[in-house]
């Protein structure tokens, strides 16, 4: 089994510590992440949250709980490596926001530095992969929270994983353990940690596949030479940046990219949108 080591290599996540400009792509999934857990906060009367890695989307590190601080909720945020701990924190204090940051060793996910029964919701969004031992970070979800835990993981069953995996970006795939995209094998690990599953679906369902990239670096790696659609999407018109929506530099950003939502909003079984869809996710309650 490979050593998962991918996202440790600083290219991957240092540019977005400065450079907000994330594609349409990871804007999109932010939003439509961002309306579930507003949803779930909402119904289950969240006042405390851990999100445990705070990795696992592309993009910038760090700010996909930042709707449940403005929501009026406290946000636990867990680290691995105090550099990047510490730019997270400089993001939120750009938006007026100062979460929890807890920084432990990369070797520390099954012992996380929290009380048992402390929050309300401990989740996570698609770094299990990335983890030494995934499978005593989701034992500690369930420790330390004391009602819910939502974890979601890329989808394997669509087009852009395998796009992906087959010719698109072959190097990363050695570097992460992808036992982790099964959910079942997640259901299993939380059912054994003392978890009852209420719920599981597809999120993020937009109107193109999920590469993980730019759309021009997609075209290049693809072979696809084209001035018209190079410049389609690249330059100052092509800049999509959730934090410039979030610092109010882009009022108007959410209802530009929402416009793609039609799939993620029609009322189909989620079953049929697995197709499409790039993230899977299940909902359990801690049972004690």
């Known amino acids: ?3 998962p080591t991918g996202y440790a290599q600083r290219h991957i996540w240092e540019p977005y510590l400065n450079n907000y400009d994330e594609g349409l792509g990871l804007v999109y999934e932010r939003f439509i992440l961002n309306d579930f857990l507003l949803d779930l ?3 289950a009367d969240l006042r405390t949250v ?4 705070i990795y696992g989307m592309a993009g910038v590190t760090g700010i996909n709980s930042i709707p449940l601080a403005r929501a009026g909720c ?3 945020l867990v680290d691995d490596m105090a550099e990047r701990a510490e730019a997270v924190r400089r993001i939120w204090n750009e938006l007026q926001a100062h979460p929890d940051i807890l920084t432990i060793d990369p070797d520390q996910w099954g012992a996380l530095p929290l009380p048992d029964n402390s929050v309300d919701l401990a989740w996570n969004w698609a770094a299990l992969w990335y983890l030494p031992d995934a499978a005593a970070l989701l034992r500690e979800l369930a420790r330390v929270s004391r009602h819910l835990v939502f974890v979601a993981m890329p989808n394997n069953l669509q087009v852009g994983y395998w796009l992906r995996k087959l010719i698109l970006d072959r190097e990363f795939f050695p570097t992460v353990d992808e036992r982790w995209v099964n959910l079942g094998r997640i259901r299993r690990t939380l059912e054994g940690a003392g978890v ?3 719920t599981t679906g597809v999120l993020d369902v937009p109107p193109w596949p999920d590469t993980v990239m730019p759309a021009g670096e997609v075209l290049k790696r693809l072979g696809i030479r084209s001035k018209r659609l190079e410049r389609q999407f690249t330059g100052e018109n092509w800049s999509w940046s959730t934090m410039a929506y979030y610092t109010g530099r882009q009022p108007d950003l959410r209802d530009r990219v929402m416009r793609y939502a039609w799939l993620d909003r029609a009322r189909l079984p989620w079953q049929l949108k697995a197709i499409w869809a790039h993230h899977r996710w299940l909902l359990g309650e801690v049972q004690r």
């Open 1 to 3: 089994m490979p050593q």
């Open 50 to 53: 851990l999100e445990a890695p």
């Open 41 to 43: 906060k909402q119904q």
């Open 74 to 76: 406290r946000v636990i």
């Open 196 to 198: 009852r599953i209420l």
